[in-house]
């Protein structure tokens, strides 16, 4: 099972555990999730803890490329 996009309800919930504005996130099933901040960070929650950190870098998603011009 691949990346999936998120829907709006598990963007807010990022964006109210962070304190971030989250433009994309998505999931592959499990318990992490990745997401995409407006400044072009990204960042993994697990949705059962709420814990969660920033990563070093972009891993280049397609997301990328459609909200910053980024190649994958």
Known sequence: MGLRPVGIKW???IERVTGLTVVHASGNGGYWL???TD???HGRINTTTKDW???DGCPGFMSCRELFGVSP
Request: proline fraction near 0%; glycine fraction near 0%; hydrophobic fraction near 15%.
């Open 11 to 13: 963007r807010r919930r």
């Open 39 to 41: 400044d072009h960070r």
């Open 53 to 55: 950190y920033l990563e």
């Open 34 to 36: 990745c997401f995409t």
